[in-house]
């Protein structure tokens, strides 16, 4: 029902700053919970931003506050997230996921985009 595909990643420098796409396409609904998340290599997928499709509450891992910036446009159908002051922790393939509001499960997801963060 909804099909997502990043795109933004890249290498930047630390301290730098880097845009992610996440475009969407099929049926969405407002109940949805739109998120990004991250995996290293040799790591477990990590949860790093959500935010609701409807209503725009947002919700970030402690890593990440006050650094990244997760929004949508609701007419693209895209969310983004814009990482400003990134480190090298922050390397990683980052991924776009959906749920319903509803559920516990992240029920779609992207392909995922590099970012790589040099020290």
């Known amino acids: 029902q909804v099909q997502l595909v990043e795109s933004g990643g890249g290498l930047v420098q630390a301290g730098g700053s880097l845009r992610l796409s996440c475009a969407a396409s099929g049926r969405t609904f407002s109940s949805y919970v739109m998120g990004w998340f991250h995996q290293a290599p040799g790591k477990e997928r990590e949860f790093v931003a959500r935010i609701n499709w409807s209503g725009g509450s947002t919700y970030y891992t402690d890593s990440v506050k006050g650094r990244f910036t997760i929004s949508r446009d609701i007419a693209k159908k895209t969310v983004y997230l814009q990482m400003n002051s990134l480190k090298p922790e922050d390397t990683a393939v980052y991924y776009c996921?959906?749920?319903?509001?509803?559920?516990?499960?992240?029920?779609?997801w992207g392909p995922g985009t590099q970012v790589t963060v040099s020290s």
């Open positions: 996921a959906a749920r319903p509001d509803s559920g516990y499960k992240w029920n779609y």
